[in-house]
C-alpha cells in the first residue's frame, strides 16, 4: 500500500513541473483581478481544474455574472464527465469513500496517467491514484497561494505582459484540441459568433453566444460513426 | 459569505458533479448517440475560442502576433514552450510598439 502511495507520487513529477508555472500564475492573476488570497487558495482547493480556473479568473476581472461564471467553469470541465465514464472499472473497485476522494483528484493528467497505469481495463489501486492525485492537488494548491502573494507585489502587470497572458494561454488549449473531429469549423465559427456578440451586445454575452453556436455546428454536421465511449477516449 | 465565495463555492459543485457524473450516469449507457459525442467533443474548444475571441477584437498587433506565435508554436511544442514563447514575443513587440 505504502509503497503503491510512494510509486504514485513519483508519477506526478512531470506533471508537477509542468503545471508549476500555471499554478503561480494563476495565483497572480486571481490577486491582479481583484481575488484575496484566501479565495485564490479557497478557488484552486475546491475547483481543482486549471483551465477552468484561468476562465473564472478572467470573467471575475469582467465583473461577469455569477452565474455565467460558474455556467462557463462548468463548461470547460464537462469533459471530466467523459474521464470519469472511462475509469468506471476502476471506480467501481474502490469503497464509497475512495470513489468521493477520487473524483475530486480526477484532472486532466491524473485522467491520462490512471488510463495509462490501468492499460487494458485493468482497475487502478487506491494508493497509487491517491498518491499522484495528493502531490498534484498540494502543490497546485500551494501555488495559488504563492502566487498570490507575489502578484500583489506587481506594481506595473502591463509591463511584464501579465494582463495579456490569459488569452495566450487560452489560444494554446484551444490548439490542443485540434486533433478532434469538426475542431476547425467549430473554432471558426464560434470565433465569428463570440465576436460578432461582444461588438453587439458586448460583454459577457461574447462567452455563451460563441460557445452556443459553436456547439450548436458540431450537433448539426454529419454525426460521425457510433463508437462504443470507452473506445473513443482511449484512442486519444 | 460574499459573491465571490459563493460563486467559487457554486463552481466547485458544478465541477464535482463533472467528475462524479460519468461514473453515475454515463457509464450505465453502452453507447452515447453520435450527436451528444460530437456536442461533448466540442464543447472545450467551443468555449475557450469564445472567451479569447474579444482579445483578438480589442488586441493591437503586439498582441496578434503574440497570439500568432503561440499558435504556431502550439503545432509543434508542448503546453509550457507555446505559453512563455507566446509571452517573451508579446514583450518583445510591445517594447518594439513603445519604441516606434
Not at chain 1, 487558495?41 to 475547483?47: I, Q, T
Not at chain 1, 497546485?140 to 502591463?158: C, D, H, M, Q, T
Not at chain 2, 463555492?9 to 458533479?17: E, F, G, K, P, Q
Amino acid at each position: 500500500m505504502v509503497s503503491d502511495f510512494r510509486v504514485g507520487i513519483r508519477a506526478s513529477v512531470p506533471v508537477l513541473v509542468s503545471a508549476l508555472p500555471f499554478g503561480l500564475l494563476f495565483g497572480a492573476l486571481a490577486a491582479d483581478n481583484g481575488l484575496t488570497t484566501a479565495e485564490a487558495v479557497l478557488f484552486s482547493a475546491l475547483v481543482f481544474a486549471g483551465a477552468s480556473q484561468m476562465v473564472g479568473i478572467e470573467l471575475f476581472g469582467s465583473h461577469a455574472l455569477p452565474w455565467l461564471i460558474v455556467a462557463s467553469v462548468f463548461a470547460v470541465n464537462f469533459r471530466h464527465v467523459l474521464y470519469s465514464a472511462v475509469l468506471t472499472p476502476t471506480f467501481r473497485q474502490w469503497s464509497a469513500w475512495q470513489r468521493a476522494v477520487g473524483f475530486h483528484l480526477l484532472t486532466d493528467p491524473q485522467f491520462a496517467l490512471a488510463a495509462k497505469h490501468g492499460e487494458a481495463g485493468k482497475p487502478v489501486g487506491f494508493a497509487w491514484y491517491l498518491g499522484m492525485g495528493a502531490a498534484i492537488f498540494v502543490t497546485w494548491v500551494s501555488e495559488a497561494w504563492i502566487g498570490a502573494e507575489f502578484g500583489k507585489l506587481i506594481e506595473n502587470p502591463r509591463a511584464l505582459g501579465i494582463d495579456f497572458l490569459l488569452p495566450i494561454y487560452f489560444t494554446g488549449l484551444v490548439m490542443s484540441f485540434r486533433q478532434r473531429a469538426r475542431w476547425l469549423p467549430t473554432v471558426l465559427v464560434s470565433g465569428a459568433a463570440a465576436v460578432a456578440a461582444y461588438l453587439t451586445v458586448g460583454s459577457p454575452w461574447h462567452v455563451s453566444a460563441g460557445a452556443a453556436a459553436g456547439i450548436a455546428l458540431a450537433v448539426l454536421l454529419p454525426p460521425p460513426a457510433s463508437t462504443p465511449l470507452l473506445q473513443a477516449e482511449a484512442a486519444h | 459569505m460574499n459573491t465571490t465565495v459563493l460563486t467559487i463555492l457554486a463552481a466547485a459543485a458544478a465541477t464535482y458533479a463533472t467528475r462524479a457524473g460519468g461514473y453515475l450516469v454515463l457509464a450505465r449507457m453502452r453507447r452515447i448517440p453520435p450527436r451528444l459525442q460530437a456536442a461533448l467533443e466540442a464543447v472545450p474548444a467551443a468555449v475557450l475560442t469564445a472567451i479569447v475571441a474579444p482579445a483578438l477584437v480589442d488586441g493591437g498587433w503586439p498582441e496578434l502576433g503574440a497570439l500568432g506565435v503561440a499558435a504556431l508554436l502550439s503545432l509543434r511544442t508542448g503546453m509550457t514552450t507555446m505559453f512563455i514563447g507566446g509571452a517573451v514575443t508579446l514583450i518583445l513587440l510591445r517594447t518594439i510598439a513603445g519604441a516606434l
